[in-house]
């Protein structure tokens, strides 16, 4: 072997250093545009960055796809939950008309909403597919009320920039950034096919992401947190998924 | 080959996770599988015949293979660059013309268990290759990004082409496991032909002779992303 010439030393040198520079750049940048996940440490933070970074920079306002009527899946697969709680029980007897949708953190006027009062704010609908990590799908029509109308009613601050929701059920939380908050498709979803919501598919209420995996879709949702940082929420990887292991960006 | 390797046992966990495949857009237990694996699944929601659950190992798994992914694309575009600029492609992966004959196809085919020697590419080994890296990673690619939610979103061309979503899975499935005979046969060929000599050249792309020229060492950055499979 040839010991490396000079010229091949600085040439190398030079190289190195603008691919450190530029990579410095680009984590500045990428920080100063919130295109780092929650969970962008590690060791799989590059390749978790690159993926949301690149999504959130080409697909921002992208629609999910939408199908005809009769693409809609005649045995859709509603997937096990975990034992309902006692206090889910005592809602489910009564036909859910106490169950209350929290809505706090950094917004100017708190709101505590029924399904009816849901219901009577506004309504959406969309006929989507829900995909599940593990390689299953299903097309459902899902109806009901924009997660960003129940956003503007509470009064959502300029600064915040996430978006944290609860489970009836304490250890299932997620967190979406303010684009999937603030998409026409997000929906607190209160109907399925022209019916009210199953408890099996997460009734009386649950949070559709078409965007995300069926795993950022929570079943039986009571709690909304605006937020800025998500440094506070659990361990600070912005959901449960992360801490389970999982990515907290689910669009992949 | 850390990439692939990487993607190829993290992809089989995931599939681990379902076993069934299906064809059309959608696809769950509720419904009639084009094929399934008979293997255990991590799931206890796949019937599978089995009496137990694998571990899950999907969380990892999939940070993994979506790293990989990225520094696999990343590695092959600059792979392609280097081979259209320094001609690579077309010098040593194009079918000589006088060799674009089914003819001269099969009698490359039959002479390559004996080995003939030569420093060049035989045809079958052009085509191949030529296959492999214009054909079956395209593929491989435009089959894993449509099986992305987001993705799907940004351009629903991508998956509605493949036939829908359950589709973009199967071809992803089947297009891998291409992918596992290519490089099975390739390793194959090269333990036969002389392991690691082959390999030394791969890598520092100079002929394995002991007289060859010191001139020969310039070149071999060039071809360093040569077999990286």
């Known amino acids: 072997m040839n010991p490396i010439s000079r010229r091949k030393l600085i040439t190398g040198g030079v190289v190195t250093m603008t691919g450190m520079a530029g990579l410095a750049a680009a984590d500045r940048i990428a920080r100063r545009f919130g295109l780092i996940p929650p969970d962008g440490g590690g060791v799989y933070g590059p390749g978790e960055t690159m993926t949301y970074a690149a999504q959130r920079l080409i697909g921002k306002h992208a629609l999910a796809r939408e199908f005809p009527r009769g693409m809609v899946s005649k045995t859709p697969f509603m997937n096990e939950v975990a034992p309902l709680s006692e206090e889910f029980k005592r809602h489910q007897a009564v036909g859910f008309k106490d169950w209350r949708l929290v809505v706090d953190g950094m917004v100017t006027r708190p709101v505590s909403l029924s399904v009816v009062d849901l219901r009577a704010l506004a309504m959406g609908h969309q006929i989507t597919e829900v995909v599940c990590e593990e390689g299953w799908s299903y097309i459902a029509e899902w109806i009901g009320t924009p997660l960003s109308t129940v956003l503007s009613e509470a009064g959502t601050l300029p600064q915040v920039r996430y978006i944290v929701y609860r489970s009836i059920q304490s250890d299932w939380w997620e967190s979406i950034d303010m684009a999937d908050a603030l998409h026409p498709q997000t929906l607190l979803t209160w109907g399925m096919n022209d019916g009210d919501l199953p408890v099996g598919f997460g009734g009386p209420l649950r949070m559709r992401v078409p965007r995300q995996l069926g795993y950022k879709s929570v079943k039986y949702i009571t709690h909304l947190t605006a937020t800025d940082s998500l440094k506070r929420f659990g361990k600070g990887l912005g959901s449960a998924s992360p801490e389970g292991g999982y990515a907290w960006y689910a669009g992949i | ?229």
């Not at chain 2, 390559?112 to 054909?135: A, C, E, H, P």
């Not at chain 2, 089959?143 to 979503?165: D, E």
């Not at chain 2, 792309?205 to 310039?218: C, D, F, L, N």
């Open chain 2, 1 to 229: 080959m850390v990439c692939f390797s990487a993607l190829l046992i993290t992809g089989g966990e995931i599939v681990i996770s379902h076993t069934r495949f299906y064809w059309g857009e959608t696809g769950n237990v509720n419904m009639k599988p084009l094929f399934t694996i008979p293997i255990p699944s991590s799931r206890d929601t796949v019937p599978t015949g089995y009496g137990y659950v694998m571990p899950d190992q999907n969380g990892w798994s999939r940070y993994l293979h979506f790293e990989a992914a990225w520094l696999l694309v990343l590695t092959g575009v600059v792979y392609g660059i280097a081979g259209f600029w320094s001609g690579h492609f077309r010098k040593d992966l194009v079918p000589l013309q006088g060799e674009r004959t089914w003819r001269a196809w099969w009698r490359a085919f039959r002479g390559m268990k004996s080995g003939d020697g030569t420093r060049s590419y035989n045809v079958v080994q052009r085509t191949v290759y030529l296959g492999v890296i214009f054909v079956l990673f395209p593929l491989v690619i435009w089959t894993g990004l449509a099986l992305s939610p987001g993705f799907n979103a940004v351009f629903p061309l991508g998956v509605n082409l493949l036939g829908g979503r359950q589709s973009a899975r199967t071809l992803h499935f089947f297009i891998s496991d291409l992918l596992v005979v290519f490089l099975v046969v390739h390793i194959t060929m090269i333990a036969l032909n002389g392991f690691w000599s082959r390999t030394r050249e791969m890598i520092t792309g100079r002929a394995a002779q002991p007289a060859a020229p010191e001139v020969a060492t310039g070149l071999a950055a060039e071809f360093v992303s040569e077999e990286r499979v």
